[in-house]
C-alpha cells in the first residue's frame, strides 16, 4: 500500500508575512518599536545644552543599563538587535508592498491624479534615504569610522565634530527633514492599520502625527543648528 504523502502546511507566522494585510500590520509594528526609540533618542540628545559633563555622563549611564543582571553595554546591544530587526523587516515588507502594488497596477493610469499628500508620494524615497543616512549615522557616531575626532567615550566631543563639518550637519538635517515626512504620514498608516482610526478620532490621529513629526523634528534638528551657529561648542 502506497504511503499517502503529507503536504507540510505553512505555519500561522508565515501565512501572515506571505498576506498584504500581515506584511501592513508588520510596517504598523515595526514603526511604532521606531518611533518609541526616537522619542527616546531625541530627549537624551537635547541633554547636550546642558554641556559636556552631562552630556558624556548620560551616555556611560546607557552602559550600565540593566546592572548587575546585564553585563557591560548588554542592554544597548539589545536595543541595537531589536531596532536592526525593526528597521530590515519594515524595509522588506515596504518593498514588497511596493512589488505588489505595481504588479496589481500593471498600466499607468490615463488621467494621473494628485490625492495623495507630499508626504504619502515621497515616503518610499524619504524610507531609502533614512536607511542611508542610518549607516552613516552608526559609521559617523557609532564605530567613529567616519567621525573628524574619533574619540572613544566623548559622544559630546564627536558630536560637535561631526556636526562643526558642514557635510557632517548638512547630512544630519536632510535625514531629520525627511523623517517628519515620514513620521507624519507612517503615524497616521500604522493607525489605521492597527485600528486605531474611526470616524471621531481622525482628526485627532492626523493632529497627532503632525504634532509629533513636528516636535521630533525641531528637537533632532536644534542640535546641529546649534552646534553650526556656535550655541554649542
Known amino acids: 500500500m502506497a504511503l499517502a504523502t503529507r503536504t507540510a502546511r505553512p505555519s500561522i507566522l508565515r501565512l501572515l508575512w506571505q498576506s498584504t494585510v500581515g506584511k501592513k500590520a508588520v510596517m504598523a509594528t515595526t514603526g511604532v518599536v521606531m518611533l518609541l526609540?526616537?522619542?527616546?533618542?531625541?530627549?537624551?540628545?537635547?541633554?547636550?545644552?546642558?554641556?559636556?559633563?552631562e552630556f558624556n555622563g548620560y551616555a556611560a549611564w546607557l552602559r550600565t543599563i540593566g546592572a548587575p543582571a546585564l553585563h557591560q553595554s548588554w542592554f544597548l546591544w539589545i536595543v541595537r538587535s531589536v531596532l536592526a530587526a525593526s528597521v530590515v523587516l519594515h524595509g522588506v515588507a515596504a518593498y514588497q508592498l511596493s512589488r505588489r502594488d505595481i504588479a496589481a497596477r500593471p498600466r499607468s493610469y490615463a488621467h494621473k491624479r494628485r490625492r495623495a499628500s507630499y508626504a504619502t508620494r515621497t515616503m518610499r524615497w524619504g524610507g531609502v534615504i533614512l536607511g542611508?543616512?542610518?549607516?552613516?549615522?552608526?559609521?559617523d557616531l557609532t564605530t567613529l569610522t567616519v567621525n573628524p575626532r574619533a574619540e572613544a567615550h566623548?559622544?559630546?566631543?564627536?558630536?560637535?565634530?561631526?556636526?562643526?563639518?558642514?557635510?557632517g550637519g548638512g547630512?544630519?538635517?536632510v535625514a531629520m527633514l525627511a523623517l517628519c515626512l515620514h513620521i507624519h504620514h507612517g503615524f497616521w498608516s500604522a493607525a489605521q492599520t492597527l485600528g486605531a482610526n474611526s470616524a471621531r478620532r481622525d482628526r485627532?490621529?492626523?493632529?497627532?502625527?503632525?504634532?509629533?513629526?513636528?516636535?521630533l523634528t525641531i528637537g533632532f534638528l536644534s542640535v546641529p543648528v546649534a552646534v553650526m551657529t556656535g550655541l554649542v561648542s
Not at 526609540?37 to 559633563?53: C, D, Q, R, S
Request: aromatic content about 18%.
Open 37 to 53: 526609540y526616537l522619542v527616546v533618542h531625541m530627549l537624551g540628545n537635547l541633554k547636550i545644552f546642558f554641556g559636556a559633563e
Open 132 to 139: 542611508l543616512f542610518v549607516v552613516w549615522h552608526i559609521l
Open 154 to 167: 566623548h559622544p559630546y566631543e564627536n558630536l560637535v565634530a561631526s556636526f562643526s563639518t558642514w557635510y
Open 171 to 173: 547630512i544630519y538635517i
Open 204 to 215: 485627532v490621529l492626523k493632529a497627532a502625527a503632525a504634532a509629533l513629526a513636528l516636535i
